[in-house]
């Protein structure tokens, strides 16, 4: 018989059962890549949905087909005041409560209308007679909204597809004289 190997076998086994306990794998990871702010990989979805919500798909792609979220992140992370960051990750992550509040289910769960409605109601919320939490919402809302905008029209797929870049000078047109052409006065 193999004892040592048994053993050894065994001692691994039992090392692993005491191990395992431990361990707490229904915890989700903070993504890495935003310091600044501590965003799950499901927070980073629900950031998706409500902006697919503030501009859908149509006749063209919406914001959660250019992953308009990903600009979200970053520019929240990179260029917002620490304040303003622990406003939008408190709103981030208090946003299915309010979703709930609002419309009575999980904002993934709800239907388009209804998604609309929640974010329509959380941006109309006035400043003067809100409590810190529907503040804090509207501040996250309003942010959101800002880089949703922002990140779409800047997407490549805006500036090449649908809006094609044209350089200030304009083309080259040979047949045309410089001397007909009237100087516009920029001067006054």
């Avoid at 917002?80 to 622990?86: L, S």
């Avoid at 609002?102 to 109309?124: I, M, P, Y």
């Avoid at 809006?163 to 000078?169: A, N, S, W």
């Amino acid at each position: 018989m193999h004892r040592r190997e048994a053993l050894k076998n065994l001692a691994i086994i039992t090392g692993g059962a005491v191990l395992v306990p431990s361990c707490n794998f229904e915890k989700e990871d903070i993504l890495s890549a935003y310091q600044n702010l501590s965003v799950t990989e499901s927070m980073r979805n629900v950031l998706a949905q409500i902006a697919d919500t503030i501009i859908p798909a149509g006749s063209i792609q919406g914001a959660g087909d250019l992953a308009v979220q990903d600009f979200i992140l970053v520019m929240v992370n990179d260029c917002v005041q620490a304040d303003q960051q622990d406003m939008f990750t408190k709103g981030l992550q208090g946003f299915d409560a309010f979703s709930k509040e609002v419309a009575g289910s999980k904002f993934s769960k709800l239907e388009q209308t209804d998604k609309e409605r929640v974010v329509t109601q959380g941006l109309s919320i006035s400043d003067e007679d809100a409590d810190a939490g529907k503040k804090t919402m509207l501040e996250f809302l309003r942010i959101t909204k800002q880089f949703t905008i922002q990140g779409y029209m800047m997407s490549e797929y805006i500036m090449t597809q649908v809006k094609p870049y044209h350089l200030i000078p304009g083309e080259y047109n040979g047949a045309v004289l410089i001397n007909s052409i009237s100087t516009p006065k920029i001067n006054g």
